[in-house]
Nanobody, 118 residues
Framework: QVQLVESGGGLVQPGGSLRLSCAAS???????MSWYRQAPGKERELVAH????????NYADSVKGRFIISRDNAKNTVTLQMNSLKPDDTAVYYC????????????WGQGTQVTVSS
């Protein structure tokens, strides 16, 4: 029932831009949504986070000033605008949602590949 579906990944040249989107369905009481990424041989890391209750955002130091996270609570979607992309941004990007009235539940998307290369 619960699905998080990412879209927007692909191949882009250094300095280019991509916009990732994630749509959550089958889940209610979402409190926060995040984007993570994982490159081969590296640990999964938090890229950006946004709270649906207060609208506060948080970014990894490596993407500050380049990436922007936003959300539409009515549609249960989160978007990551990625600008000035670097080869080090190459990774699989995963959407994450936290939800629940009684306890906290966490859900993950299947991921979308972002490749930054000349």
């Amino acid at each position: 029932q619960v699905q998080l579906v990412e879209s927007g990944g692909g191949l882009v040249q250094p300095g280019g831009s991509l916009r990732l989107s994630c749509a959550a369905s089958g889940v209610t009481f979402i409190t926060a949504m995040s984007w993570y990424r994982q490159a081969p041989g590296k640990e999964r890391e938090l890229v950006a986070h946004i709270t649906n209750t207060g609208g506060d955002t948080n970014y990894a130091d490596s993407v500050k000033g380049r990436f922007i996270i936003s959300r539409d609570n009515a549609k249960n979607t989160v978007t990551l605008q990625m600008n000035s992309l670097k080869p080090d941004d190459t990774a699989v990007y995963y959407c994450n949602a936290r939800a629940g009235r009684f306890g906290v539940y966490e859900y993950w998307g299947q991921g979308t590949q972002v490749t930054v290369s000349s």
